[in-house]
């Protein structure tokens, strides 16, 4: 059956795919998701950095019930999600190939800043510099198995959410092209795959969940597992797919959908603590995704930044590397913050997003974007006519 055409004789179908394509590109920014990445590193960063300054400023833990890692999971699946819909429209190309040249856009974005701070950090902890463990469990870091059914909870601490995204990124594809092997095709299999990535890891929460009897054994074998964190992702999927089937729908009714996303991440983040356990462990992933993916159908029309949008867009580009700069940078600050007046306490605390925005912006300049151009020439090799990531 063929797609209805617009009045410019282009299908739905192919204004979707052209949209698509356009949202993943490196090179073509839309400042509604720029905003989403700015607001979920500057979470991150606050929370992990709030000992720099917790003598005279104490830490406010409210500010952890928004987690800034579930903003990265939900906006990451709907990106990701753009792109393996716009595979499966692929015709006459091997499912092997598709696969293939998704996994190498994937992995050239992300493991060259994985492993240099993975060797980073094993430098700092060998040389005293950094709090952490290392033994032969250190080999685990190196396949991402450092939490993917139990915690194996030595050094590198953030890389916890990065082993979730690499095993969504292998799983999911490959889910994909099994459910589509039982029958299931097209948007179909891309959203029976979607759901099952969504309900296992929130069972597999119910039946962990009641025995714990702390937030931070939470922490450990809740939030911070594989096994069950893939559903952030999987929401982020989810909303993709919705985009690609309801896309007139998706536009019509954002600023309602967004009102709905906010009261629902102000209800979970409410309930989370200590106080209510079981429901942190349980349900407020489910609850604080759900809305954080109900944000995107409003913040993904944003698409040109205002004329105050400048800093949002750079801390939007250098996110990934600020992710992993800003806690060994921490770890040296540390011993320069003990002692301090207030006023000094604050020209340091401002010196140390200096010091990280300015590593960041090298990492990505000099190490993370080389990498990324080897993508299109990849890409070419693997498809006669990829569409960029």
């Not at 204004?15 to 979470?43: E, K, Q, Y």
Request: overall charge positive.
């Amino acid at each position: 059956m063929r797609s209805p055409k617009d009045r410019h004789g282009e299908t739905d179908d192919r204004l979707l795919c052209r949209d698509l394509r356009r949202m993943a590109s490196p090179d073509h920014r839309i400042f509604g998701l720029d905003l989403i990445r700015a607001v979920a590193i500057v979470l991150v960063v606050l929370s992990h950095a709030d000992d720099l300054w917790a003598v005279w400023f104490p830490y406010d833990p409210g500010l952890s019930r928004v987690d800034g890692v579930d903003l990265f999971f939900v906006l990451s699946g709907y990106l990701i999600g753009g792109i393996l819909l716009r595979y499966t429209a692929l015709e006459g190309v091997p499912w092997h190939r598709r696969l293939l040249d998704f996994w190498q856009r994937r992995w050239l974005r992300t493991l060259p800043n994985y492993y240099l701070f993975l060797l980073i950090n094993i430098a700092l902890v060998h040389f005293g510099l950094a709090m952490g463990l290392l033994n032969h469990n250190t080999l685990a870091y190196f396949v991402f198995l450092q939490n993917l059914h139990v915690p194996v909870d030595l050094f590198f601490f953030e890389s916890w959410s990065l082993a979730i995204e690499e095993w969504f990124y292998l799983l999911f594809p490959l889910l994909l092209v099994g459910v589509a092997m039982c029958g299931v095709a097209g948007r179909r299999a891309y959203l029976v795959a979607a759901l099952v990535m969504i309900t296992v890891p929130t069972c597999l929460r119910l039946v962990v969940a009641p025995e714990l009897v702390t937030l931070q054994g939470m922490d450990l074998y809740i939030r911070k597992l594989v096994v069950t964190r893939l559903d952030g992702i999987g929401f982020g999927v989810l909303a993709s797919w919705v985009h690609a089937t309801a896309n007139a729908g998706w536009q019509r009714h954002r600023s309602i959908v967004f009102l709905v996303g906010a009261v629902l991440l102000g209800v979970a983040a409410a309930w989370h603590g200590e106080q209510h356990l079981w429901f942190t462990s349980t349900w407020y992933f489910t609850i604080s995704a759900l809305a954080m993916a109900l944000f995107l159908p409003l913040l993904s029309q944003w698409a040109t930044a205002p004329r105050w949008g400048g800093p949002v867009v750079f801390l939007s580009k250098v996110s990934y590397a600020l992710y992993l700069v800003h806690l060994p940078v921490r770890h040296l600050y540390l011993p320069l913050m003990d002692g301090r007046s207030m006023p000094a306490t604050i020209v340091l605390y401002v010196l140390y997003w200096m010091v990280c925005l300015a590593l960041s912006w090298l990492v990505y300049r000099y190490w993370e974007r080389p990498f990324m151009a080897l993508r299109e020439r990849l890409g070419t090799r693997l498809l006669r006519a990829t569409p960029s990531s």
